[in-house]
């Protein structure tokens, strides 16, 4: 197979794009590409009946974004003095260096904080239940993820309200 002739180490870069038929919008992990951080040989079958035996190789490939394998070999021990939005982003662009688009709704008050050597993913999630909106009447409940278009910080109003805009149209 594939994994005789080549050597995977588990440490290569995964380009991956699709689309599930029926939909304009494509997956597209192009511009940024994923980590392979470990193989799995499955089984091996024959194609044909699906038996036990030579003929094919079935791997599962583990695959993750950068930011999360390089989440897990920083900490962030820094005191802050600024919004909890401004704390995630200098989190995001200065820690783990993302290089990914970082959409983050505006939060409320300055705070004096301490980071007290977090993961970046556990210093944010933290953050994130700490702060309010400055734009949605003080409405809690942030949520911190990644799609595939980059990183979103957000409350979950503000993706209710974008979900609504969209039926809409």
């Not at 390089?70 to 401004?86: C, G, H, K, L």
């Not at 301490?114 to 942030?142: E, G, L, T």
């Amino acid at each position: 197979g594939y994994i005789d002739d080549h050597t995977i180490l588990g440490q290569e870069l995964l380009k991956l794009k699709f689309h599930t038929l029926g939909s304009e919008f494509s997956v597209d992990f192009t511009d940024h590409p994923l980590h392979i951080h470990k193989i799995e040989n499955l089984r091996t079958y024959d194609p044909g009946t699906g038996a036990e035996g030579a003929g094919a190789i079935q791997y599962r490939i583990h695959f993750c974004a950068p930011e999360l394998m390089n989440n897990d070999r920083i900490r962030v021990s820094q005191a802050y003095e600024d919004t909890y939005s401004e704390i995630v982003k200098d989190i995001l662009k200065n820690h783990l260096r993302t290089a990914k688009d970082v959409w983050i709704e505006e939060t409320k008050d300055i705070h004096n904080v301490v980071i007290p050597n977090m993961h970046p993913f556990d210093a944010i999630r933290w953050i994130a239940r700490q702060c309010r909106s400055k734009s949605a009447s003080n409405i809690p409940n942030y949520n911190f993820y990644e799609t595939t278009k980059g990183y979103r910080f957000k409350t979950m109003h503000a993706q209710a309200v974008r979900h609504s805009e969209r039926r809409q149209m």
